[in-house]
Antibody
Framework: QVQMVQSGAEVKKPGASVKVSCKAS????????ISWVRQAPGQGLEWMGW????????NYAQNLQGRVTMTTDTSTSTGYMELRSLRSDDTAVYYC????????????WGQGALVTVS | EIVLTQSPATLSLSPGERATLSCRAS??????LAWYQQKPGQAPRLLIY???SRATGIPARFSGSGSGTDFTLTISSLEPEDFAVYYC?????????FGQGTKVEIK
């Protein structure tokens, strides 16, 4: 079955960077992409961007352009999301989700990784 | 970007009752709309896609309807495990966007 397993919780200081990983299994990694979605404490869901695992194409949310980079490693079926210049309002649970096009539905999700900026 | 507005913010119901949740889009999205369920401490789970198709393994008590700008998620008879937060999401126009959520709580 499809599984997406994320790295663990992180605590970072303002101005630092964080890199969250998402290891996929149970499907052909390069047939899909990965979207990243975050959720601030007690808040709703915010789409951050998408990367194609086939060719590395990316689409980032406008409000994160310049601070976020998404990459994949096809040899390990792992996606990565790096967020730089962290601020307190970046404190959130970060989810990866399988996404075939960057404008799709999200049928499989990682368990989430809490990033605390303090 | 397309704004999705969900109502009500909170729905207080008893097990066995019918739940009707609404999602309104700021622009027409055709039927490119999904519904997700999220329980505390868990990732969202896809329930409905393309406005009315149930995802794999989703019980028949969950149904979706609507097109254009107005959509509805109906839970025909609430089970104890259905008390959660529900989000709608559109994939008609980039970027994909979510509604702010409806919490279904036990009355």
């Amino acid at each position: 079955q499809v599984q997406m397993v994320q790295s663990g919780a992180e605590v970072k200081k303002p101005g630092a960077s964080v890199k969250v990983s998402c290891k996929a299994s149970g499907y052909t990694f390069t047939n899909y992409g990965i979207s990243w979605v975050r959720q601030a404490p007690g808040q709703g869901l915010e789409w951050m961007g998408w990367i194609s695992a086939y060719n590395g194409d990316t689409n980032y949310a406008q409000n994160l352009q310049g601070r976020v980079t998404m990459t994949t490693d096809t040899s390990t079926s792992t996606g990565y999301m790096e967020l730089r210049s962290l601020r307190s309002d970046d404190t959130a649970v970060y989810y990866c989700a399988r996404d075939d096009s960057g404008l799709s539905y999200f049928d499989s999700w990682g368990q989430g990784a809490l990033v605390t900026v303090s | 970007e397309i704004v999705l507005t969900q109502s009500p913010a909170t729905l207080s119901l008893s097990p066995g009752e019918r739940a009707t949740l609404s999602c309104r889009a700021s622009q027409r999205v055709g039927t490119h709309l999904a519904w997700y369920q999220q329980k505390p401490g868990q990732a969202p789970r896809l329930l409905i896609y393309d406005a009315s198709s149930r995802a794999t393994g989703i019980p028949a008590r969950f149904s979706g309807s609507g097109s254009g700008t107005d959509f509805t998620l109906t839970i025909s008879s609430l089970e104890p495990e259905d008390f959660a937060v529900y989000y709608c999401q559109q994939r008609s126009n980039w970027p994909p966007t979510f509604g702010q959520g409806t919490k279904v709580e036990i009355k």
